[in-house]
């Protein structure tokens, strides 16, 4: 009944309503309609999570969400990463690169952190490499061989520039 109103009163914009006939609402007629749908704009803001810890967010937004998870706060050379990255706008390939990079950086950061604490990680298991060689033998391979192949080249590149400026 209220639909069928505002449908009559704003039918004269293009495209207003579309989804506004009750008949072609997916959830109809499963859905209890009671009419607070249009009041759930007027709601009381939750409490705000108290930040005990750096939170990263999107430059576009003011100010912290209500209610934010962050299982492990920036640390490190992946933290300063990250802090770069949100310098940036989500629309910015840099942001998205730099988190990428940050991701990677923190892998490393955590086996390093292992080492130092006497753990020495079992990276074939927690790479799931046992089940990628039952289900994709081939595909592992490749893998293998192109991580091979990419570091034996930028050790070779960068030990060859360590011989010519010792030769220079």
Same mark, same amino acid.
């Not at 991580?147 to 010792?166: D, H, N, P």
């Given at each position: 009944?209220?639909?069928?109103?505002?449908?009559?009163?704003?039918?004269?914009?293009?495209?207003?309503?579309?989804?506004?006939?009750?008949?072609?609402?997916?959830?109809?007629?499963?859905?209890?309609?009671?009419?607070?749908?249009?009041?759930?704009?007027?709601?009381?803001?939750?409490?705000?999570?108290?930040?005990?810890?750096?939170?990263?967010?999107?430059?576009?937004?003011?100010?912290?969400? %209500? !209610?934010?998870? $962050?299982? /492990?706060?920036? @640390?490190?050379? #992946? +933290?300063?990463?990250?802090?770069?990255?949100?310098?940036?706008?989500?629309?910015?390939?840099?942001?998205?690169?730099?988190?990428?990079?940050?991701?990677?950086?923190?892998?490393?950061?955590?086996?390093?952190?292992?080492?130092?604490?006497?753990?020495?990680?079992?990276?074939?298991?927690?790479?799931?490499?046992?089940?990628?060689?039952?289900?994709?033998?081939?595909?592992?391979?490749?893998?293998?061989?192109? %991580? !091979?192949?990419? $570091?034996? /080249?930028?050790? @070779?590149?960068? #030990? +060859?520039?360590?011989?010519?400026?010792?030769?220079?």
């Amino acid at each position: 009944m209220i639909m069928e109103n505002l449908a009559d009163n704003y039918k004269h914009i293009n495209g207003w309503g579309i989804d506004a006939d009750p008949e072609n609402e997916p959830t109809y007629p499963m859905k209890n309609w009671t009419g607070d749908d249009h009041r759930r704009l007027d709601y009381e803001r939750s409490q705000q999570q108290p930040i005990d810890v750096e939170v990263l967010h999107s430059n576009e937004r003011p100010n912290v969400t %209500t !209610v934010f998870g $962050t299982s /492990t706060p920036p @640390s490190g050379i #992946s +933290g300063n990463l990250r802090r770069k990255a949100f310098e940036f706008s989500e629309s910015n390939w840099n942001h998205w690169l730099l988190l990428l990079a940050a991701d990677r950086v923190n892998v490393v950061e955590g086996i390093v952190d292992d080492l130092k604490n006497g753990h020495v990680p079992n990276i074939f298991a927690e790479k799931g490499w046992k089940a990628e060689w039952k289900h994709n033998p081939v595909g592992l391979v490749k893998k293998v061989a192109i %991580t !091979v192949a990419v $570091t034996a /080249t930028i050790f @070779s590149l960068l #030990s +060859g520039k360590k011989e010519k400026t010792e030769n220079a």
